[in-house]
């Protein structure tokens, strides 16, 4: 550990004189070099994703190395174009589950005949590592039965670790395309593929969890309708289920099941505590259904998932701490999560994967500055070794820190923000990147972010900032974000910027906004509202229609009710807060990029931008993405998007400052 610590003290220190020269595009544009590690439950073996790029061979492969011999192999092969891989999970010491997702068109639209209807859909492969065979369950034979196949085929409910042969997965029982408010869960056989169905469908229930002795024992119930949430639970004994805490959504009386423990009648949930969402334990055999509480951050919701110990299948901890890291309930754990950070005192470190035996583990370290080191650790006698880099070329030597940068919005509201600086700057009188995220229910920090890397590395600074709305800093944060696009979000982002001007850290003549999905619509409309503020707007898969939107979500939900709680219902105001209907207010140069296969903000939004800006006599360029979806999964596309804006930047906001 000691060892590991100094070498990390030097790895870490930053050589200015390696600043002469900026990275090239492509070190930031291109797709992880690694990602998705994964531990075989003997600890014998690690999976991961991996970047191809030889010769005419682009794509992700997903490799199985055996850590005795060294040896690697790859086992699957994607060009991103038929799928995407996006996860991966070891089933046992034989066998890997692997989930994909892919954009496809369907000749049914809310069960009409003949009507196109452009979906995302998602397919589990298993990977026989012993024989080679890839298998997908659901085959033809068994959904022809459904008037149309589910669109979620890789929802995996338990891998039953105790059972080689099987696993359990979750099907929407569709009766149209849209409506998978309805679902079972079979019992697979990963050999053979046959299917049982062990838990009939129910009305409004989306999902269901098994506790740690692979019971179905909890339903998720939704109903789009009007909005209702709520919690059902089978009584072991008596086979019955009761329908525990409705609530409505975006309430306080909201409250998500987290998972059972050891014991089956006790249920972790998050729910709100002093305004902030913590982890609370409930006995199922009490009455009240008293909430006794486990965990709380008392500045930040606390989201993340139950981490359980594969030896005695109790949670010992929870993926969340406000200082980027895991926190662990259990004593020994503790320690070993503290040796790891003592070793690695510059990154937030989380133990991502254990053995069964939790002898060996794959611990993942990340900072602002570091995009990702992968380590396998061994608990005795104590080893940490660097494994995998997640980008190779982007050392942290080259990589600009991040500062918080708070601020106070118009109203007095306190603003969350992250400041990235161009290493080696004074931070005076710098070229600008107004930096929205997405969502707008999310939130930035100061983790390593690519994007922002690539723009300081440029020579820019960059603000993040989590405007009201944004996720994670508590109920009343992020419901005034709830219809409210446009408005004091938007202002939210522009007093960042003012604030930057007014500090001398920005030149006032030299910002420009950027964002992507909701922050593309943050920029088409900071173009919109402040046209004198910005020199320049890049919209990356935004939102232009508002209108649109939300009419295009109440069709394929055939739900009135998250769209019109979140963004509004009123179609005069929809129409005056969408971009598209203001492209004469805009007096700056305007860069439109998007993937024709974008499921979650249809292309229309760019193509109508485009349109609206090129009537009204203005300056736009748009770079529509072949075979590209919402998050930018092809390394072709990635890099075509980053050189389009380096061209715009260089172009509309150079660093020299040549206007």
């Not at 589990?124 to 033809?140: A, C, M, N, R």
Request: proline share 4%.
């Amino acid at each position: 550990m000691r060892k590991i610590a100094l070498l990390f003290c030097l790895f870490y220190s930053l050589s200015l004189a390696a600043f002469a020269q900026p990275l090239p595009l492509k070190y930031f544009a291109s797709l992880p070099d690694v990602s998705l590690l994964g531990l075989s439950p003997d600890g014998k073996k690690l999976s991961s994703v991996i970047r191809i790029d030889v010769e005419d061979t682009t794509g992700t492969a997903v490799q199985v190395v055996d850590l005795s011999s060294g040896e690697k192999k790859l086992v699957l092969f994607t060009d991103n174009e038929k799928y995407d891989i996006y996860w991966v999970r070891w089933k046992d010491n034989r066998t890997l589950l692997v989930g994909t997702i892919y954009p496809a068109v369907r000749n049914a639209w809310l069960g009409t005949r003949g009507a196109v209807f452009r979906t995302r859909e998602t397919s589990l492969l298993i990977l026989d590592l012993e024989s080679g065979k890839v298998s997908t369950p659901f085959k033809k034979s068994f959904l022809k039965k459904y008037k149309i196949a589910p669109v979620a085929r890789d929802q995996v409910v338990d891998t039953l670790p105790d059972d080689p042969d099987h696993i359990l997965m979750l099907l929407p029982t569709n009766q149209s395309l849209v409506d998978a408010s309805y679902a079972g869960v079979y019992k697979v056989n990963i050999r053979n593929q046959r299917i049982q169905q062990i838990q009939k469908s129910e009305d409004h229930v989306y999902r269901w969890t098994t506790d740690q002795q692979h019971r179905v024992r909890l339903g998720h119930y939704y109903d789009a309708m009007d909005g209702t949430n709520k919690i059902l639970v089978q009584d072991i004994d008596a086979k019955k289920w009761r329908a525990l805490w409705p609530h409505q959504i975006f309430s306080e009386e909201e409250i998500h099941p987290l998972g059972f423990g050891a014991d089956p009648m006790t249920l972790y949930v998050r729910a709100y505590h002093q305004g902030m969402m913590a982890i609370f334990r409930v006995n199922l055999t009490d009455p009240k259904l008293k909430r006794t509480l486990v965990y709380a951050d008392p500045d930040y919701d606390v989201n993340g998932s139950l981490l359980y110990s594969p030896i005695t299948r109790d949670v010992v901890g929870v993926s969340y701490s406000s200082s980027g890291g895991y926190t662990f309930f259990d004593p020994e754990l503790r320690q070993l999560q503290s040796a790891i950070d003592k070793a690695l005192p510059k990154t937030r470190n989380h133990i991502i994967a254990f053995s069964d035996d939790m002898q060996t583990y794959i611990v993942s370290s990340q900072s602002d500055i570091d995009s990702g080191t992968y380590y396998l650790g061994q608990r005795n006698p104590a080893k940490l070794d660097a494994v995998a880099y997640r980008y190779k070329n982007l050392t942290p030597d080259r990589m600009s820190p991040v500062k918080r940068y708070d601020y106070k919005a118009r109203d007095g509201l306190a603003i969350e923000a992250y400041l990235t600086l161009p290493l080696g700057s004074a931070g005076k009188k710098l070229p600008t990147i107004i930096f929205p995220h997405g969502g707008p229910i999310s939130r930035d920090d100061d983790s390593f972010n690519y994007w922002t890397q690539y723009l300081a590395n440029k020579g820019y600074a960059v603000l993040q900032m989590n405007f009201r709305g944004s996720a994670g800093q508590g109920l009343a944060f992020r419901n005034a974000g709830l219809k409210n696009w446009g408005q004091e979000m938007q202002d939210d982002i522009e007093d960042g910027a003012r604030k930057l001007i007014a500090e001398g850290i920005s030149d006032a003549r030299s910002i420009c906004i950027l964002g992507a999905s909701y922050g593309g619509y943050a920029a088409l409309m900071g173009a919109v509202k402040t046209p004198d503020l910005y020199r320049c707007a890049v919209s990356v898969a935004g939102v232009s229609n508002v209108f649109d939107l939300v009419k295009d979500n109440r069709a394929f939900w055939r739900s009135y009710n998250v769209v019109d709680e979140q963004i509004g219902n009123d179609n005069k105001r929809l129409r005056a807060i969408s971009p598209v209907n203001h492209a004469d207010k805009i007096k700056i140069p305007v860069l439109l990029i998007h993937g024709d296969n974008d499921r979650q903000v249809d292309i229309k939004h760019s193509e109508q931008m485009r349109d609206a800006l090129q009537k009204a006599g203005k300056q736009v360029t748009f770079l529509e993405l072949v075979n590209e979806d919402h998050y930018l999964s092809s390394n072709e596309n990635r890099v075509a998007t980053f050189q389009a804006i380096d061209a715009f930047l260089d172009k509309h906001l150079p660093v020299n400052g040549a206007h």
